[in-house]
């Protein structure tokens, strides 16, 4: 595993700010109310940069760097609200040839129980499942129901029959792909996070009401106080889950779920009150706010939401004193 | 931090894990939390442990007694008492942590020679004189008046919220010298002896049932004009130097008490017993415990940050006041969970058998002071607002 200098991860993310400028504007969804399929050319642009296969070994055309690398370029890709099935394709990349070109689309569900409503399953090759193990499935076999979706940018589908999995992993390698999983994750909440603040910011920054700018009211500026004490915390815990995973430190799991939790929460804030701050253009399809707030639902929900994780913490807790 | 930092900083975490070993079963026992006499006993004898050991004044010059210490190594330290169950500061905290390293970088060659030692053998307490009824969160706006008569100030008016006021020795007071001046430049910063005529103490009860704060008044009290710290009127910037001390490292100690909290709690409601079942069983209930351990976590992670923002020369800044706001109402949300986990037994502050709930409520009532003490949330929140994200200050 390598890591990134400064340098390095500063150039990328610069990289990212230009794509997400270039290929996700959003424009096409601020002007149509329906639900937008990935754009191949917008995805395989973001493979090109190397993004996708940041984590996969160099036999298939990846990165092989760690997590400490890669929440720092997901927290970009959150804050440009990038669309696909990211996560799922970086981990898929892993394991599977022709996933960092973008040539092949990996999507996934992180358990097998429940309604499997998937993200992105209609521009996917592949459904990946954890659960005893890592299930990979083609999604070609699968009879599924395109649904109209929360989030005008992450198509979803109900899966109504699976085909025949491919097992690529044991119990240990899924719980590995879940912590992963859970830690970009947060890392994309984060940026989202981030996101929901500096517009709002920006907004408050420039509206008048009662002969002043609205961010001089005290009520504004504690509101966006938490929300940006929320990101910072968020933030710290995910570079912490991060480095406990790249180091297999044993308190790694613990610290992956308090930072699901964390930015969930963060994000939560951040997404709701950002539309609030926007006042009644918050409340419209055209502007931003919508979106993050639609998006962060989606995000919260993979790898296990935040309330999950905050049992996955309590479970930690007690045998293991710090 | 560098790699030989990091080892360095090892070492020295192995040889303080080792004194406290070797100390902390050699302590006395406890006194009782309202026998401030014996309070103020056993803070001295811990406190000159420390100074025996070599470890008071970490960070402070070995000319004072103190001795060379890196911000990692001071974290360390205290995170190693904290694990170990070492005593806090108690009488000690305003010294310690407040007067000391002020009058280090803001007082004569000839106060920090006089004050320093005895604040690092233990052998002097100190109390903060701020706060007035009319000047909380808006200090500026005090009113204790000194004037200059021959080589004494002659002070009056009153203080409150004096931490440790009725045991302390010195006072750390700021004062109005000049009421014509704008109200930032006419204020000073004295090293009052509290044994002078004509203070007098009054301790205040808080909800908690303790006496830590008290009111004090000053009745013509003559301080000599030597035990001013730095330049009369220039005491606003003293004052600022001491609010940049307390939002220091103490907090990890707290921290890490709050961490081992949380475990004994989560082990604590599995012996809660409900109608169905025990607490633990509740699903609800331990979403609220992980979740405060998660947020727990969260704040070990920004105190990393900030100890390697530390280490590179990048100041605290507003990332002080996210720590503290964030810090303090998650120890708050701790005792919240932790008097709903016990139900019946939160009613009283004494622990029922195999229980800690007398602990956690009690807790859960000191620590409604950290959210008004040190600038309260609302200030904290405007900080962050104006430095951290640009937003305009208050209009007048």
Request: charge should be negative.
């Amino acid at each position: 595993m390598t890591t990134l200098t400064g340098q390095e991860t500063a150039a990328l993310q610069e990289s990212i700010r230009r794509l997400a400028a270039q290929h996700f504007d959003r424009a096409g969804v601020r002007e149509s109310a329906d639900p937008q399929s990935l754009d191949r050319t917008s995805w395989r642009a973001l493979c090109d940069i190397g993004v996708v296969g940041m984590l996969a070994p160099a036999s298939r055309g990846g990165l092989e760097l760690g997590l400490r690398a890669a929440v720092d370029v997901w927290e970009e890709c959150g804050y440009g609200l990038i669309t696909g099935p990211m996560t799922w394709s970086a981990l898929g990349a892993t394991r599977l040839d022709g996933v960092s070109q973008g040539d092949t689309v990996v999507t996934g569900l992180h358990d097998s129980r429940g309604q499997l409503v998937a993200e992105h399953l209609d521009a996917a090759d592949r459904l990946v499942i954890l659960g005893d193990g890592i299930d990979i499935y083609d999604v070609a076999d699968i009879d599924y129901a395109q649904m109209h979706p929360l989030d005008p940018l992450t198509p979803v589908a109900l899966v109504n029959r699976l085909g025949q999995p491919e097992r690529i992993g044991d119990n240990q390698d899924a719980l590995q792909w879940s912590l992963r999983g859970a830690c970009l994750t947060a890392a994309s909440l984060v940026g989202a996070t981030r996101l929901a603040i500096d517009t709002a910011r920006s907004h408050v920054l420039a509206r008048t009401q009662f002969g002043r700018l609205i961010g001089s009211f005290q009520s504004v500026k504690h509101l966006l106080a938490d929300m940006a004490v929320g990101a910072e915390v968020a933030s710290a815990a995910v570079s912490q889950a991060a480095q406990a995973l790249d180091a297999d430190d044993p308190d790694a799991r613990r610290y992956v779920s308090s930072a699901k939790v964390l930015a969930g929460d963060a994000a939560s804030l951040a997404a709701r009150s950002s539309i609030q701050l926007h006042g009644g253009m918050g409340y419209t399809w055209e502007a931003d706010p919508h979106l993050v707030w639609k998006r962060i639902i989606v995000w919260d929900n993979a790898f296990g939401d935040a309330e999950t994780n905050a049992q996955l913490v309590a479970h930690c807790l007690g045998d293991n004193r710090p | 931090m560098s790699r030989t930092e990091a080892s360095s900083t090892e070492r020295f975490r192995v040889e303080v894990h080792q004194w406290l070993t070797e100390v902390l079963p050699t302590l006395p026992d406890r006194p009782p939390r309202d026998d401030w006499t014996a309070q103020r006993a056993f803070d001295s004898v811990w406190q000159r442990t420390m100074y025996d050991g070599g470890y008071a004044g970490l960070g402070l010059p070995e000319k004072y007694g103190g001795r060379p210490a890196s911000i990692a190594e001071q974290f360390a330290f205290l995170e190693e008492c904290a694990r170990a169950g070492a005593p806090p500061h108690g009488c000690n905290l305003v010294g310690i942590t407040h007067a000391a390293p002020t009058i280090l970088t803001e007082a004569s060659e000839e106060l920090r020679q006089r004050l320093i030692p005895p604040i690092l053998r233990g052998e002097e307490i100190w109390c903060q004189g701020f706060s007035e009824t009319e000047a909380g969160s808006d200090l500026a706006a005090l009113r204790c008046s000194a004037v200059q008569d021959g080589d004494h100030y002659v002070i009056n008016g009153h203080k409150i919220w004096t931490t440790h006021g009725h045991v302390a020795d010195w006072c750390e007071l700021l004062v109005r010298t000049d009421p014509t001046a704008p109200r930032h430049k006419g204020i000073t910063y004295l090293a009052l002896p509290m044994h002078l005529d004509g203070i007098t103490v009054r301790p205040i009860r808080t909800l908690a049932g303790e006496r830590e704060y008290s009111q004090v008044t000053f009745d013509n009290v003559r301080c000599p004009v030597n035990l001013r710290v730095g330049e009369e009127n220039n005491g606003w910037h003293v004052a600022m130097v001491t609010f940049a001390h307390e939002r220091g490292a103490t907090f990890i100690y707290d921290l890490i008490r709050a961490q081992q909290a949380v475990n004994r709690l989560a082990d604590n409601a599995r012996q809660v017993v409900r109608a169905e079942g025990s607490a633990w069983d509740d699903a609800g209930v331990r979403r609220d415990i992980g979740r405060v351990a998660a947020q727990l976590d969260g704040m070990w992670a920004l105190t990393r940050r900030a100890i390697s923002d530390a280490a590179t020369g990048h100041g605290p800044g507003a990332e002080a006041s996210v720590a503290k706001l964030f810090g303090t109402e998650t120890l708050q949300r701790l005792g919240d969970v932790a008097i709903k986990v016990f139900g019946p037994a939160a009613l009283t502050l004494d622990n029922l058998p195999g229980l800690c709930n007398g602990d956690f409520v009690h807790e859960r009532l000191v620590d409604t002071r950290s959210t008004i003490a040190g600038g309260t949330s609302q200030v904290q929140r405007n900080i962050i607002a104006e430095r951290l994200l640009g937003l305009p200050r208050e209009s007048a």
